[in-house]
């Protein structure tokens, strides 16, 4: 009807500061200090400042509950081989931007979670084994995992959440092996494809039990089992 719309919209950008530390900026070598370090970073920091802490090569014994900032851990490996190495359930549950867990072993004794995520959660190059459940998102999470083992659990990989933010629907060169359930897919926050390239397979009792039919992409995934056990739906 030839009325003209004018649509202005109004950007502004705001700094983000970008904090690293690393052991020489406080003790972590035991998970009461790391706890106390976390809070002081918590008392000093920003609420949207990226959060990197490089972790020495050593054994956390105990939970450690990331709910006041969003904090990216790298762990490390030391010069006989020991890596990073959590014993104990980590959480990550603080909702601005997404936590990250490089490089790190999580390693349980047949009980509990090994990381429980409510929030946006990545894994890469990570060890998850010994767990009643290893990884798994509750409440609005997504969680991703590339270059990851998860083995010995009896549920690897878990997703019952309800959100509707995807982090990263790729989920590259992981190995499951030896769990009961290798991934189970309860709740899927989106219909989004996942796609697990690279990824390999064997010895699960449940390579993928696909129990809300989320849609999958398996045609480079490996599954090295002789006549492999699938669940619900497994989308192969």
């Known amino acids: 009807n030839r ?28 998970i009461e200090e790391l706890r106390a370090f976390v809070d002081e970073i918590t008392a000093t920091t920003g609420e949207h400042d ?22 990216k851990l790298n762990g490390s ?3 006989n081989g020991e890596r990073t190495t959590f014993t104990g359930s980590v959480k990550a ?30 894994l890469t190059n990570c060890r998850v084994s010994g767990w009643e459940t290893g990884y798994q998102a509750v409440s609005e999470a997504w969680i991703d995992a590339d270059q990851t083992i998860f083995e010995n659990n009896a549920v690897g990989l878990h997703f019952n959440s309800s959100g509707t933010t995807v982090l990263d629907q790729l989920y590259m060169d992981n190995v499951f092996q ?32 696909n129990r809300c039919n989320q849609a999958l992409d398996l045609s480079e995934a490996v599954f090295e089992s002789e006549s492999p056990s699938e669940g619900t739906e497994t989308g192969r």
């Open 77 to 79: 490996t030391g010069t």
């Open 178 to 209: 030896n769990n009961h359930t290798a991934v189970l897919l309860q709740s899927v926050p989106t219909d989004v494809m996942l796609i697990f390239s690279g990824t390999r397979f064997a010895g699960n009792d449940v390579d993928i039990d």
């Open 50 to 71: 990226l959060i990197y802490i490089d972790l020495p090569p050593v054994t956390y014994a105990g939970e450690l509950n990331l709910d006041a900032r969003c904090i």
């Open 93 to 122: 549950a603080y909702p601005f931007g997404y936590h990250e867990f490089k490089n790190i072993d999580f390693i349980g004794s047949g009980e509990g979670v090994g990381i429980s995520a409510s929030v946006q959660t990545q």
């Open 3 to 30: 009325d003209v719309i004018r649509l202005r919209q109004l950007h502004r950008l705001e700094a983000v500061a970008t904090r690293k530390y690393t052991a020489q900026d406080g003790p972590m070598n035991t």
